[in-house]
C-alpha cells in the first residue's frame, strides 16, 4: 500500500506549510520550520517528564 506526499500532510497547520515550503524550494525557511518543531517537541517532552517525576515522588 502506497501513499502518496498529499496524503501525508493536512490541508492546514504545519504539515501545509512544511509541504508548502518544500514545493515552493525555500529550504532555510523549511530547516527552520522543522526546527522549530523539534524544539517544541523536546521541550514538550522535558516538562512532561519533569512533571511526571514530580508528582510521582509519593509513590516512592
Request: proline fraction near 3%; include cysteine.
Amino acid at each position: 500500500m502506497s501513499s502518496s506526499p498529499k496524503v501525508l500532510f493536512s490541508t492546514g497547520g504545519v504539515g501545509a506549510l512544511i509541504s508548502q515550503l518544500a514545493g515552493s524550494l525555500q529550504p532555510a525557511q523549511l530547516d527552520a520550520v522543522v526546527v522549530g518543531v523539534c524544539a517544541a517537541a523536546v521541550l514538550v517532552n522535558v516538562v512532561l517528564r519533569t512533571a511526571e517525576r514530580r508528582l510521582s515522588r509519593w509513590r516512592a
